[in-house]
């Protein structure tokens, strides 16, 4: 019995030392679904509009590398109102030498009309959008959107 929970242990720190070696070049700092104008930008922007937001932050283990960034609409009510279902940003991004963010906003019209709470619980749920860092080689990075910002409350 103590050579099997010692066993066990060894199987358990190795894990540990494993995962802890794994490099995790770019990670979402924060991402959300914004409807409405934001406050700082009340004039530019439209009450009629979602916004995608991502924060991306670069901690250059991986100096050079090419990603490219977009959002994966899996609610079929999202889908409809923004008429589409997937959002891909339109730039090709490379990860940086040191520490570094990048900060990310894709605007979507909003077609027809809305349920604010239904709406709200989609994302909130993980379910209704996720982003994805990726490059030729595959997904470096996937995250659901689980935060919503109502603006025109």
């Known amino acids: 019995m103590r050579s099997y929970f010692k066993a066990i242990l060894f199987i358990l ?15 979402v700092e924060r991402s959300s679904v914004e409807i409405g104008p934001r ?4 004039e530019e922007e439209d009450p009629d509009n979602l916004y995608f937001h ?11 590398q090419e990603y490219r960034v977009r959002f994966l609409i899996n609610d079929p009510e999202i889908k ?3 008429n589409a279902e997937e959002i891909e940003v339109d730039e090709t991004f490379k990860t940086q030498s040191g520490e570094s963010g990048l900060v990310l906003h894709e605007t979507r019209e909003i077609k027809g ?16 959008v996720k982003v994805e860092l990726y490059n030729d080689e595959g997904i470096i990075y996937e995250e659901a959107v689980t935060n919503f910002v109502n603006h025109n409350q």
């Not at 406050?39 to 009340?42: E, R, S, T």
């Open 13 to 27: 720190i190795f894990i540990l030392f494993i995962s802890a070696c794994t490099e995790q070049n770019l990670v």
């Open 39 to 42: 406050p700082v930008f009340m």
């Open 54 to 64: 991502l924060s991306i932050l670069d901690s250059g283990n991986h100096p050079d």
């Open 80 to 82: 409809e109102i923004i």
């Open 113 to 128: 009309e809305i349920d604010v709470k239904k709406f709200k619980r989609a994302i909130k749920s993980g379910k209704g």
